[in-house]
């Protein structure tokens, strides 16, 4: 699927569909969503308060993990595991990660891409290391959807239901009480827009 | 009879810039407002209709540029629904700035719960805040039934002309309770720039004259004791305390007034003091109250018709 091959506008006016289809371009540039978002589809109902937005995601990125990065080996007295890591950008996550596992007193960081971890099980953590998530684009991805979706929401529609399946996301807004025949709409949307895959 | 006064902004050099404030002096014309910015300086002044091309003159010798500001001497309120970035950013701001290029001062206010279609609605406080403008300008967003059916409610209690921008082409008498409205400017997620925008700015200039053009012609029928322009001389010679408050635009003009930026509780009595060479004391000609801003000073001065008699 290229991206955003579909990017449908709908209002009860029709006129200002345009308008919105321009806020909602900056807000997708503004969060670089350009090469995520390969479908999109909004309808808004001004006079009942809603707002519905359906999107076809392009495929996800598979989770980084720690191996990938970075090259593990222990140092010669044998009393630490060095951590040489290749990715630069990815070594605050990766730090993270380690603090977690064992305690940020065990982490050192003596260069820019070395890390030294102590531990009392060397040879399983030299092992356990390579397995580490370091990043997952699909989990910053969601955050940032939500971001875009609220963005894009005419202020003051504190009611919202959202849902991310697979790359398929819903959402749909209202100042009103949720109703589920707005959500049943917003899926409709979602077949009409995968229904030619 | 006082000079006509015509509106100007001066937009030049700073070097010699004080040349033309003594032509201006000796003219009878006054400064309004003076922002210099690094080697440029921007004047916002009024000059004698009879003598506006001797500056002109003087301006092209310094290299600057003389541009008519219709806004000048007003204070406009330019009111979003929230501060949320759904609101503010953008074409609010864009709409006061573009206010300020017509000479004009803009104060951005925020309603704490404008927001929305259902709950959308102004505190008491707001209104008076408002209120204290001349004119105040609603920035609104995209949708033709929010604007007609919803935000309307906003206007209730404003007694200034309600000038309504958003993003429908609708006509006035459509949008209940504004005295004006002007299309092309809703909501969006960039700065304003593009063709259109821009014209649809330039209508909202014009429009906002033309509202501050009939405030102007209903006060000359019955003309303001002392013109603004020249309390706001007095202020400045009188209570010397302003030249070290660093806010911008210390004295704000209205159309019927000015905002003395300085504490009430403190000042009130020396600005009510102000003493006329004709023998007025101000706290005579005008009503000094607490303003809704912060703890500032505001000023309306009476009519002639109330005083009697005009300075």
Not at chain 1, 22 to 34: C, G, M, N, Q, T
Not at chain 2, 205 to 223: A, Y
């Amino acid at each position: 699927m290229e991206p955003l091959e579909t990017f449908i506008v709908e209002t009860t006016e029709p006129s200002e569909a345009k308008a919105y289809e321009s806020i909602l371009k900056d807000i997708i540039s503004e969060l670089a969503f350009v090469r995520t978002i390969g479908r999109i589809k909004v309808r808004i109902r001004p006079e009942e308060s809603l707002f519905m937005m359906a999107m076809v995601l392009r495929s996800g990125l598979p989770p980084i993990k720690a191996k990938e990065i970075s090259e593990t080996e222990l140092d010669r007295p044998g009393s630490k595991v060095l951590i040489t890591v290749t990715d630069e950008k990815t070594i605050p996550q990766f730090l993270e990660k380690l603090w977690e596992q064992f305690g940020r007193h065990n982490v050192i960081q003596p260069q820019r891409n070395l890390i030294e971890v102590i531990s009392d099980d060397l040879e399983g953590a030299e092992e356990s290391i390579g397995d580490i998530v370091v990043d997952d684009p699909e989990k910053s991805l969601r955050e940032r959807l939500a971001d875009m979706a609220i963005r894009s929401t005419p202020e003051g529609f504190r009611i919202r239901y959202h849902s991310l399946d697979n790359g398929r996301f819903i959402f749909v807004a209202s100042e009103d009480t949720m109703q589920q025949e707005w959500i049943d709409e917003a899926g409709v949307m979602l077949e009409d827009l995968t229904g030619d895959e | 009879m006082a000079a006509v006064l015509e509106p100007y902004i001066y937009e030049g050099g700073i070097h010699k810039h004080s040349l033309i404030l003594e032509l201006l002096e000796d003219l009878g014309g006054y400064l309004v407002q003076k922002t210099p910015a690094s080697t440029e300086v921007t004047l916002v002044m009024l000059i004698p209709k009879k003598d506006v091309q001797l500056v002109e003159d003087l301006c092209k010798k310094l290299l600057g540029k003389l541009t008519p500001a219709p806004l000048t001497g007003t204070e406009i309120a330019v009111v979003s629904p929230t501060l949320a970035s759904h609101h503010l950013p953008h074409s609010a701001c864009d709409v006061a700035e573009y206010l300020r290029r017509g000479g004009a001062n803009t104060n951005m206010i925020g309603l704490a719960r404008g927001m929305g279609r259902r709950v959308a609605l102004s505190a008491d406080y707001e209104r008076k805040l408002i209120n204290e403008h001349d004119v105040a300008v609603f920035s609104f967003g995209t949708f033709k039934d929010c604007i007609i059916n919803k935000k309307p409610k906003l206007f209730e209690g404003i007694e200034i002309p309600i000038i309504v921008s958003g993003g429908p082409d609708l006509k006035t008498e459509d949008v209940p309770g504004a005295d004006m409205y002007v299309g092309g400017i809703g909501r969006v997620a960039h700065r304003m720039r593009k063709g259109p925008e821009l014209d649809a700015m330039d209508v909202l200039n014009e429009k906002v004259g033309e509202i501050i053009n009939l405030k102007r012609e209903s006060i000359s029928k019955d003309p303001l004791v002392v013109l603004p322009a020249r309390l706001m001389k007095e202020v400045q010679e009188q209570v010397p305390d302003i030249h070290n408050v660093l806010t911008p635009a210390p004295i704000t003009l209205q159309l019927d007034g000015m905002r003395v930026k300085l504490p009430f509780d403190e000042y009130h009595e020396a600005i009510g003091n102000i003493e006329f060479d004709e023998g007025f004391r101000l706290s005579d000609v005008a009503s000094i109250t607490p303003s809704k801003m912060k703890n500032y000073i505001l000023i309306k001065i009476k009519r002639r018709s109330e005083v009697g008699s005009a300075i």
